[in-house]
């Protein structure tokens, strides 16, 4: 991550406490007053106050890394200065009170002054603080500074104080989040502060700065998630945990409310559940209405994809799950319990939890007990599968949720239908739409991935001579057109030699028809430089019927007069070289019927391959790109060089001679196109060794030449640093046998 940008150096991260201390610091503070101290403090018009530096200051001085307290609006800074009148403002966003600039000073003194009294509370605070410490120290900051401590600015002023005393996770539950996925009870002990010395004892466990720390936590866990239980019985001799695990969903009973899809996450739409629950379920006892619509409402509403969710009869656990996807009703498999969130689920062993919570309620939040949520995130470390009680031949049908770019594509398809993968050339775009595609389509019919299928399997995912399989493959051209696709009139010989032409289904039209005849399967249509196209003509009326709520929608084909519908079984998936055509070229009703998915170059695949034992390929190609970006001009972010042009069997390549062949035979043309006539960009990109400016020429002798040493050398010199990483250092030194030489009285084997 340091080597990638994606962490600050400890050397600069030091540099941009001591700019804010210098500009902001106790002593400061204390050094101004009167207006001079109001604005310094409080004007987000000035891009030099405290509010902007901690809300929105983000540039190579002070970069954004310290945490985001972003949201909200200025009044969580207590006051603000309005923007159309010039007047400063207090209160509450549904009750502003406007005051004088006396008024707006005092409010001002009294939030310096205490900043300045918490920060010497951490002065004192111990190095190597125990919980008792920094429970004291929350008790302290709350009396001594009780208008910033309780504030999310105020944590971040700290925390940017005393870097070496407070994490910068300025929000509570962020705190007691990654504490859990550490698989850490935290304190018991509410407040912004009882939980930083976990984290300083971390990051000095570590050896590294608490940001650093903060940062790791961030990418390696994600957002804060919530954890909830749900019971499986609808009545005492009936558990419907069977029916969740076999359909892969969460289910709840009162099929009486019917589809609750109105429900949003709003106070009318919870006044309106709590009627129906009282008119339908509870007419003579309201507290108990309540809180069911209250349960009911957080399955609907409060629940969020990414949750997790145990499985409980009783005090026993049965599985635990991450749910995926939002609310929907199904009457047609009701067996009582008709209100349904898909869920993935992870763990099917059975267990309990460390401390009982809400036995008898159907749907809750598991947050009373924290020692709870750790016993469920070492489940999920350690997952195990000895099959739910009543249903143990029935395996959990859950679609699976797959990972990274293919991950990202299912959830796309899932919600909208289609999706296009973008990008420069050579980051792999067709290869990623394909393997989700042949993945998604061999797991709906077989429930197992395409490459674990047998060869009948897979010629019904990819389809054989007269047999078109569940994904098929067009590729878009200028003169592709609507009876290409939809249908339309083609040339064709009769049986007597004439000429004459025939009504033909275009190759949406045809998978459409079949998608419709197999309605449990997925089918897919991949299309390539989906760009190359003229897509209004393509597409034509089918440009209404791909919007997901259009699905099933009938209308009549102008060519045949036949009814045509899109099935919901039918996914598209496009490629799109951004180096053609930007994103932003795109017809308008397209991009509002796709989900877009950006792929970049990702040196990360070639991370520790070295050409040659001599050239650090990932190192390189960040270095090349950067330089791309920064002298091919406008639109270069679409002009940069894909790692899959280093790629051989998805191996990267590590031969000089195989890389000069790409080098020659794919990159250089590609730069001399970015550059063209750009002499001077494409000397700064390639570099003199390899670029004759003089004679506007490429030194194309030397790319296939055997001097090794020279090509080397001309590749090197435009990018000295890459030799100065850390992982180009010791990956060197492996390939050169540095690192293990035999011991001097040791003979070599």
């Not at 050094?31 to 018009?45: K, P």
């Not at 401590?149 to 990654?178: C, M, N």
Request: net charge negative.
């Amino acid at each position: 991550m340091l080597e990638n940008g994606d962490l600050l150096p400890a050397d600069k991260l030091h540099d941009c406490y001591a700019l804010f201390q210098s500009r902001f610091g106790p002593d400061r503070l204390k050094a101004l007053d009167g207006e001079e101290l109001l604005n310094m403090m409080h004007s987000h018009g000035n891009h030099d106050s405290l509010v902007y530096w901690l809300e929105f200051k983000n540039d190579d001085e002070f970069p954004a890394i310290f945490g985001s307290i972003a949201g909200g609006n200025a009044l969580k800074f207590g006051i603000y200065k309005r923007k159309e009148t010039g007047t400063w403002m207090t209160g509450h966003a549904s009750n502003q009170v406007e005051i004088t600039i006396e008024d707006a000073i005092q409010i001002a003194r009294k939030h310096r002054d205490q900043l300045v009294a918490g920060s010497g509370l951490l002065q004192k605070l111990p190095a190597n603080g125990t919980d008792a410490d920094y429970a004291t120290l929350q008790q302290s900051l709350a009396d001594r500074a009780p208008d910033v401590s309780g504030t999310a600015w105020g944590h971040k002023y700290f925390s940017l104080i005393h870097p070496d005393k407070l994490d910068d996770f300025h929000v509570e539950g962020f705190q007691r989040f990654h504490l859990i996925k550490l698989l850490q009870k935290p304190p018991g002990e509410e407040g912004r502060y009882v939980a930083a010395g976990r984290y300083v004892a971390i990051a000095a466990e570590l050896g590294i700065p608490i940001n650093h720390l903060t940062t790791i936590l961030n990418r390696t866990n994600g957002r804060p998630y919530r954890v909830w239980r749900i019971g499986t019985r609808l009545a005492e001799h009936e558990n419907i945990w069977s029916l969740m695990c076999d359909i892969g969903s969460i289910a709840i009973g009162w099929d009486g409310l019917g589809n609750l899809e109105w429900v949003t996450k709003n106070k009318d739409s919870k006044e309106r559940l709590k009627a129906e629950m009282r008119r339908l379920y509870y007419p003579d006892n309201q507290s108990v209405a309540t809180r069911k619509a209250g349960e009911v409402f957080n399955f609907v509403a409060g629940v969020d994809e990414g949750d997790l969710v145990v499985a409980a009869d009783g005090d026993q656990i049965l599985a635990v799950g991450r749910v995926t996807g939002p609310y929907a009703f199904d009457p047609a498999t009701n067996a009582g319990a008709p209100h349904r969130r898909p869920t993935d689920w992870l763990d099917t062993s059975k267990w309990r939890l460390p401390t009982s919570e809400g036995l008898q309620t159907t749907f809750l939040p598991l947050r009373n007990h924290p020692e709870n949520l750790v016993a469920v995130e070492e489940r999920l470390l350690d997952p195990r599968s000895d099959g739910p009680a009543g249903a143990s031949k029935l395996p959990a049908r859950s679609s699976p949720r797959l990972e990274g770019v293919t991950g990202r594509l299912q959830a796309i398809l899932e919600r909208k239908g289609q999706a296009i993968l973008y990008g420069p050339p050579g980051t792999g775009k067709t290869y990623w739409a394909r393997r989700t595609a042949f993945d998604l389509a061999a797991l709906g019919a077989f429930g197992k991935s395409h490459a674990t299928l047998d060869a009948a399997e897979r010629r019904a995912v990819e389809g054989a001579a007269g047999q078109p399989g569940l994904v098929r493959v067009c590729t878009f051209h200028p003169g592709y057109g609507y009876e290409d696709f939809l249908e339309g009139y083609r040339p064709s010989v009769t049986g007597s030699g004439q000429l004459a032409f025939e009504r033909r289904d275009g190759i949406f039209k045809s998978l459409c028809l079949d998608a419709a005849r197999q309605s449990d399967r997925k089918f897919f249509l991949l299309i390539d430089e989906i760009n190359r196209g003229d897509i209004p003509r393509i597409f034509g009326e089918l440009i209404t019927l791909l919007e997901k709520d259009k699905r099933g929608h009938a209308l009549h084909l102008p060519v045949s007069g036949e009814r045509f519908v899109v099935p919901p079984n039918v996914h598209v998936i496009g490629t799109m070289n951004t180096a053609e055509r930007s994103i932003a070229l795109l017809d308008t009703a397209l991009r509002r019927r796709f989900g877009f998915v950006e792929l970049l170059p990702d040196p990360h695949l070639l991370a520790g391959a070295m050409v040659n034992g001599s050239i650090p390929l990932g190192a390189w190609l960040t270095a090349i790109n950067r330089s791309v970006r920064e002298h091919v001009g406008r639109d270069a972010r679409n002009l940069q060089i894909g790692h899959a042009y280093f790629l051989e069997d998805g191996r990267p390549i590590t031969d000089l001679t195989r890389f000069s062949r790409v080098l020659a035979e794919d990159i250089v043309p590609l730069l001399e196109e970015y550059c063209y006539e750009d002499f001077d960009a494409l000397e700064r990109i390639l570099g003199p060794g390899l670029f004759d400016k003089r004679n506007q020429r490429v030194k194309e002798e030397l790319l296939l030449s055997s001097q090794s040493g020279e090509l080397v050398q001309a590749l090197l010199a435009p990018f000295p640093e890459i030799l100065t990483s850390g992982t180009a250092v010791a990956q060197a030194e492996e390939d050169t046998g540095v690192l293990d030489s035999p011991d001097e009285d040791e003979p070599e084997e």
